[in-house]
């Protein structure tokens, strides 16, 4: 079995969506309880990981602020989380980057650490819940090794966007956590509220 230490793991926080469903505003930006959605998730996950970056294209020095690096996508079409996982892992100075998204701020405070124990020889490994009886991938929080850089690059090219059909090539290994509502995420205001109140 595969031991992974912290200081082994990169946490990259995906901030670079267009917010269409919260009506195109900056969704990392949007205040829960006064801080910022991605600084909430920047706190949840900095003690599971060696080092932080996150993943944004738009208000840049807005997340500098936050006190990581943060890198663009590639290519400025707002390509999908898997631009922002390429650009991720193209600036990964450790062997592992796990990904977490800026809206679902309650994830688990040992996410990385259930990943990794179940990683083995895998290249990935990605979170699954069961909601109504049904297992189903959160593509956006996973394990990632550094090396699939290339093979992610070359899936992007070919015009791929589909994270779980990405993950199902690489040998991906699903890791069940019971706990679905952790997942929770404010893709609209809704929501966000409905986190802020819960």
């Keep these: 079995m595969t031991t992974i230490a912290k200081d082994e793991v990169t946490g990259l926080i995906l901030a670079g969506g267009r917010g269409s469903r919260m009506g195109g505003v900056d969704k990392g930006l949007q205040l829960l309880h006064g801080l910022p ?21 738009r208000n840049l020095e807005a997340y500098a602020a936050l006190g990581a690096p943060v890198w663009p996508d590639a290519d400025a ?3 999908g989380p898997l631009a922002g996982f390429l650009a991720g892992l193209s600036h990964c100075r450790t062997e592992w980057m796990v990904t977490v998204p800026c809206d679902t701020p309650r994830f688990p405070d040992d996410l990385v650490a259930r990943l990794a124990a179940a990683v083995r020889d895998a290249p990935a490994a990605v979170a699954v819940t069961v909601q109504e009886g049904a297992r189903q991938r959160e593509p956006v929080f996973c394990l990632l090794r550094r090396d699939l850089e290339a093979k992610l690059a070359a899936y992007v090219r070919a015009g791929g966007r589909k994270i779980d059909l ?9 890791v069940v956590f019971p ?20």
């Design 37 to 57: 959605l991605a600084r909430h998730a920047m706190e949840r996950l900095a003690p599971q990981v060696g080092a932080m970056m996150i993943s944004a294209n």
């Design 77 to 79: 079409d707002f390509a």
């Design 166 to 174: 990405w993950l199902s090539s690489c040998g991906c290994v699903d």
């Design 179 to 198: 706990e679905a509502s952790a997942f929770f995420n404010a893709n609209t205001a809704e929501e966000l509220h409905r986190l802020g109140t819960g």
